[in-house]
């Protein structure tokens, strides 16, 4: 993150969100200064003007804005060519591809199902436990699918997009829905080494400087 320049990219971001979170890691990689823009749960006109869906994250690039973390990654992607998200070999991409899909799709909604219905309507154990359950077919999915192809990070030996969507959802996973990473052994080891590096822990949710001061470190 850098002091407000209004040259530089200027990232709309939550805390606490997922989405806002990976790109956090990439433009990190990337080595890309960056204004950060809080966004609460109380929609400026300001933002809406930005996003008109209201989501985070959203990014600003001089005169272009792009919004869903996927589609802002793959144009970081596309500008900014230095550490690539993606890895040359075809099949190692479609399996970052597959990986990051499964976080997107058929991990994170149901969370988002979780806290916003389940809660209301059931209360804060089935929450949890409707979270958990997705969480774990979608672990057990990626342990599957990673297997063979996992190195030091979940393809290979070099940070890739599957990574940045892996992170943070382990993060969610642990801190927000204390699930237990035992029954998913690769994947606590991909979240051991993600735990060593800065252009990760640089991005955690409660270093961000909209956390609350009971969570901020």
Sequence with gaps: MAEPDKKQLKLYSFWRSSCSFRVRIALNLKGLQYEYIPVNLQLTPEFIKVNPMGYVPALVDDDVVVSDSLAILMYLEDKYPQHPLLPSNLHKRAINYQAANIVSSSIQPFQLVAQKYVKDKFGADEELSFARDHIGKGF??????????????????EVFLADLFLAPQIYAAIKRFNVDMAQFPLLARLNDTYNKLPAFQDTIPEKQPDAPPSVAS
């Design 140 to 157: 057990e999915a990626l342990e599957k699918l990673l297997k063979d192809h996992a190195g030091r990070y979940a393809t290979g030996d």
